[in-house]
Structures are given as structure tokens and as C-alpha cells.
């Protein structure tokens, strides 16, 4: 298969940098790799010489030498295939493991990245980081610790034998005895069958981190980045383990056609040399000079195809390095302190927000959210609804302006301390492939089983899940793909009742559910609004008629507030948006949700 071209790269800072941060702590392992690249060059070396020796004795009838040459070609052949195994094992147990370190690393950026970072790809694009590019640079890295080294060292033994050797001899014939077919097939079997299990892995990982990054918004949310890490650690480990196993397997091959490509010559040497005819130096010469001849054609060849390689991981790793260097744009300043509650209060203060220099989101926004109390937020698509719940959480942060909780800058506050106190139930509902007590428990990490279960039963849940085959052990499947709906969304619920978080925000949390399973989610959510201060979107006027405070949004502006009534009086945007969801064009709702009850405990 053709390589595809690729611009070129320098690529020596790049593998410096590599050195520096990955490779430098694997220096004891990587020396003993260089020694035994020694080894295999010297005996590479060693082996026309050895040649040449051995059919000058022939030349001469020594019976000594007759006799020791067979045992020194495999005792020679031997120590370097055993050189060579032992390189291979070195170098890919370096070479997994930086691999592993550095998907590692590079899967902790992404998910501390701004939303705003990972939304210039798609996942999938990002997923592609960790398989297409790591191969070109796994791929560099070992031919760079085995094929560079080991051929440059091997050039330069077999040269000096050439230099010493008489350099016009020719050589006409080569033995070649494929003895150790049966072993060789035995490991391509078992190298089969780990490949095999190893691409299965990588599917899975694959599909994991997939998740996980569309997930960004919730693991964000419900500080969940370090369950996600360890998670996808293990992930690595493991494939790192079988890539390991791979890589044994196929280390074993080396030794074996090495060992036997000896016993073969031993025997070529044993057989011919008692025809050997008398005459000075001429055969031994000759079969010398060719044999280290042929063993230089293979690392020129090696080296000259090495530039393609380089050049491949030289772009991967430019791409690596260029995401790693991005620093998250949303970070705490170093004297932040922990976000003082004292009720809740939300002020939007002259807010001003861009996703791009020529894309406004949000115009001039000032709001103030009462401790306790319910504001909807009501209007088209993309008047900036969820702009403005996502300020909130500091998901993005404002372009001009503030948003304060309490009378604090949150930007002032520490994140974990702000999201702690903040929990969103959306109608783009993230569960990971995990059980539905671990999905539950994200909401407050250590919680106890029974405070899951208390949680899932005031999320309407609690039925649902007993009935199921495995109850709160049940796995919800790839993005809870097992569940319904109605239940995913519950779970959801049940997840914002375990954090109890005194700031709630809803994004359309029912839109896309059936009568009976909104009935069951808007009944959950009116005991979850209970005393705290709650940001809503709705597209559905119906749901929010009871809110405090209905706000009407267009074009990233606000436009018109109050009371239900009061608007629907006012004849102005929310009247026009009342009349056409009545006309039907808007989707209207059968099961308004009633005002949140003061006397509920939260």
C-alpha cells in the first residue's frame, strides 16, 4: 500500500522533545538496548570473518579448525539472535509504554480542555489521534531504537570486515534451509490470534473515548475528569499489554531464523569444506568477502525506505504537540477562593458573548436570578438560551462583562467549587457504559447506595430500576443505549437529586420525551425545583407558565420579562410565541409544570 505523501518535517526537535518528556525516564533500559545493538553489530561482523577463517582452514586441511568452525558459526549466530530477541523485547516494552504515557496524556488534555477547544473537531476526528497518528509514531520510534541503530552498527561492522577482507572476491552460491518452519508457524498462529483480541481492544477504547468527549459538558459539570482518566488509563494499560504480547510473539521470530540460518551454513561448512581443494586464501576469501557483502545489502535497503517513515511520524507528532501546547482558556487565577453560597443568586451584569470574533452569541444581558427562585428562559432556536446556561458553570467563559453567584465573580471563584454547586439535567442526556448505581453516583462521588437509591426514587426511577434483571447493577450500555427515553432522563434526574447542588439548570429536560414519561420527569423536576434557584429553557410556553420569571430572548437579546400573564397581556414577543405554539406552529404540552412549592425540602 502506497504511503501517503506528506509535507516534510524537521522532524529532530520533534524526537528531542519525545526524548526529553517520554523516553529520558527508560535511559537504563534504553543503554541496555544499545549494548546489545553492539552485540548483534559485532557479531554480524564477526560472521564473514568467521567465514573467511573457516575455508582458509579448509584450503589448508586443518583438522582443528574443521572441526571448531561449526561450533563457532552457531555459538556466533547464536549470541546475536539471542542479542536480537532481547533488543526486540527492550525496545517494544519502551515503545508501548511511551505510547501508552502519551495517548494518556493527550486524553487528560482533552478532557480539560475548553468546550470551545473541542468543538474545532469532531470526536471522531480526535479519535483518530490516538490510532492513526500513534501508529506513524510507534512506528518511527521503533524502527529509529532498532532498525537505525541496529543497521548503522551492523554497516559499520560489516564494512570494517569488507576493508580487511580482499575486496574483489565474488561470491556464487548461498544456502538457505527453512528448517524451522514448524516453530515459525506455531508463533504466526498465536501472533494471529493476539492481533485478533488486540484490534477488539482498540475497537472498545476506541468507542470509549468517543463517549466520554461528547460527554465533555456533564463530566465537566459533575467533576467527573479524574473517574474519566483512570477509566481510560486502564483502557491503554490493556491495550498496551496485548500490543506487548504482539510484539513478543513476533520477536521470537528473529531468533529463530537467525539460530537456524546457522545451523544451516554449520552444515553447508561441514559438507563442503572436506572437497575444498588446496590453495592459498582464495576460497576463504572469496565466501568472506561476499557473505559480509550480502549482509550489508539489507540495512542499506532498510535505511534508505526510513525517510517515509520518519517524515509520517514527524507530521503526527506535529499535530500532537500542537494540541498539548494549547492551554485551556478557562482556568482559576492562583489567589481563587472557594465559592461562598449564601442563598444563590445568579446577576448577569452587561454580558457580552462570541463563540467567534463574527459570530455574537449574547448582546448586552442583564439579569438577575433570586436566591430560590425559577426564571425560564423562552425564544427561538439560537436567540442564545443555552449561551447563557452555559455561562453559568463556566463551560465558556463571557466575552465583556460578568456573571456573579452570591456577588462573586465566578471567574474569581475555583472551578470545583463553582460546578460543585451547579447541576444541569438536559435533554441531550449523557450516561456512561457503566452500571446505573455508577451513573447515579457521578452526581456526588462516595456516595453510599442507599443515598443512590433515595435519589433515583424522588427522580420517579427507583420502579423501573428494580424491575429490571440486575437492578442498580445493570449496565446502561454505550451512551445508555439499553435504556428507554424516559428512563435515561430519569436516571439524569436521579444524578442532579444525589449532587443536591443549590443552583439547578434545565435545558429543555423534557422535550423529547412520550405524555407518560414527561408526566413521570416534569413530577420529578418539580420536587427537584423546590427551594433552588433554577434556570430553565424550555421550547414549550406551557411548561414554564408558573415560572417567577419568564424571560424572551431573540438574537442573543433580551427582549421582553415577567409574569405569564403580564406577557401574555403585553401583546408583545411572548404573546406572538404563546399564539403560534397555540396555532400548532410550535409543538405545544398537555402537562404544564406547576410552580415549585416552597415548602419542599431540596
Not at 441 to 465: K, M, V
Not at 513 to 521: A, H, I, N
Request: glycine share 8%.
Amino acid at each position: 500500500m502506497a504511503r501517503r505523501a506528506l509535507p516534510k518535517t524537521d522532524i529532530l526537535p520533534l524526537l528531542a522533545r519525545v526524548w526529553r518528556i517520554w523516553l529520558r525516564p527508560h535511559r537504563a533500559t534504553l543503554a541496555v538496548v544499545l549494548v546489545l545493538i553492539a552485540i548483534v553489530g559485532a557479531a554480524t561482523g564477526l560472521y564473514p570473518t568467521l567465514i573467511k577463517l573457516a575455508f582458509d582452514a579448509f584450503d589448508k586441511k586443518d583438522l582443528a579448525a574443521l572441526a571448531y568452525a561449526p561450533i563457532i558459526v552457531i555459538a556466533i549466530t547464536s549470541i546475536r539472535g539471542f542479542a536480537l530477541f532481547g533488543q526486540t523485547v527492550l525496545t517494544n516494552r519502551v515503545v508501548t509504554r511511551v505510547e501508552a504515557d502519551m495517548q494518556a496524556a493527550l486524553y487528560g488534555h482533552l478532557i480539560d480542555s475548553d468546550l470551545a477547544q473541542l468543538g474545532r473537531e469532531s470526536p471522531a476526528a480526535f479519535t483518530q489521534r490516538f490510532t492513526t497518528d500513534f501508529a506513524f509514531i510507534k512506528e518511527a520510534l521503533t524502527r529509529i531504537s532498532t532498525v537505525l541503530l541496529r543497521d548503522i552498527a551492523m554497516l559499520i561492522a560489516l564494512v570494517a570486515a569488507l576493508l580487511w577482507m580482499d575486496p574483489v572476491l565474488t561470491l556464487v552460491a548461498g544456502v538457505v534451509v527453512p528448517f524451522v518452519a514448524g516453530p515459525i508457524g506455531r508463533v504466526g498462529k498465536k501472533l494471529r490470534r493476539v492481533s485478533t483480541s488486540t484490534q477488539e481492544r482498540m475497537g472498545l477504547t476506541a468507542s470509549l473515548i468517543t463517549e466520554s468527549l461528547q460527554g465533555a459538558r456533564i463530566a465537566k459539570t459533575y467533576a467527573l475528569e479524574g473517574y474519566l482518566k483512570g477509566r481510560a488509563e486502564g483502557a491503554f494499560e490493556e491495550v498496551r499489554r496485548l500490543k506487548m504480547k504482539a510484539a513478543n510473539a513476533r520477536g521470537r521470530l528473529d531468533p529463530l531464523l537467525e539460530i537456524g540460518g546457522g545451523f544451516a551454513v554449520a552444515a553447508v561448512l561441514a559438507l563442503v569444506g572436506q572437497r575444498v581443494t588446496s590453495g592459498d586464501r582464495t576460497v576463504g576469501d572469496f565466501t568472506g568477502y561476499v557473505t559480509a557483502l550480502l549482509l550489508a545489502s539489507q540495512p542499506i535497503r532498510t535505511l534508505g525506505s526510513l525517510n517515509a517513515i520518519l517524515q509520517e511520524a514527524g507530521a503526527a507528532l506535529q499535530r500532537y504537540f500542537a494540541l498539548m501546547d494549547e492551554a485551556p482558556q478557562i482556568r482559576e487565577p492562583a489567589d481563587a477562593r472557594p465559592l461562598r453560597m449564601a442563598g444563590g443568586e445568579i446577576r448577569f451584569t452587561d454580558v457580552r458573548f462570541r463563540y467567534r470574533a463574527d459570530a455574537p452569541a449574547l448582546e448586552g444581558i442583564d439579569l438577575t436570578v433570586p436566591a430560590g427562585a425559577t426564571v425560564a428562559l423562552v425564544g427561538r432556536s439560537g436567540s442564545g438560551k443555552s449561551s447563557l446556561l452555559n455561562l453559568v458553570p463556566r463551560l465558556y467563559d463571557v466575552t465583556e462583562g460578568a456573571v456573579s453567584i452570591d456577588g462573586q465573580d465566578i471567574r474569581s471563584v475555583t472551578l470545583g467549587s463553582l460546578r460543585a454547586a451547579v447541576a444541569v439535567v438536559s435533554q441531550d442526556i449523557v450516561l456512561f457504559d457503566d452500571t446505573i448505581a455508577a451513573n447515579i453516583g457521578f452526581g456526588r462521588p462516595g456516595a453510599s447506595r442507599a443515598e443512590i437509591e433515595a435519589a433515583a426514587e424522588a427522580a420517579a426511577a427507583h420502579g423501573f430500576i428494580s424491575r429490571l434483571p440486575e437492578g442498580y447493577d445493570f449496565a446502561v450500555g454505550p451512551s445508555g443505549g439499553r435504556l428507554s427515553g424516559g428512563e435515561r432522563q430519569r436516571i439524569s434526574l436521579a444524578r442532579a437529586f444525589l449532587k443536591d447542588a443549590p443552583i439547578l439548570l434545565l435545558d429543555e429536560a423534557t422535550s423529547a420525551l412520550d405524555s407518560e414519561s414527561e408526566r413521570l420527569v416534569q413530577s420529578a423536576l418539580l420536587r427537584l425545583m423546590a427551594g433552588r434557584t433554577t434556570l430553565v429553557i424550555a421550547h414549550r410556553l406551557s411548561t414554564v407558565r408558573n415560572a417567577d420569571r419568564i424571560v424572551v430572548m431573540e438574537a442573543g437579546r433580551i427582549v421582553e420579562s415577567g409574569t405569564h400573564d403580564a406577557l401574555l397581556a403585553s401583546g408583545e414577543a411572548y404573546a406572538r410565541l404563546h399564539r403560534m405554539q397555540r396555532s400548532g406552529d410550535f409543538e405545544d404540552a398537555d402537562h404544564p409544570v406547576p410552580a415549585p412549592e416552597a415548602g419542599l425540602a431540596r
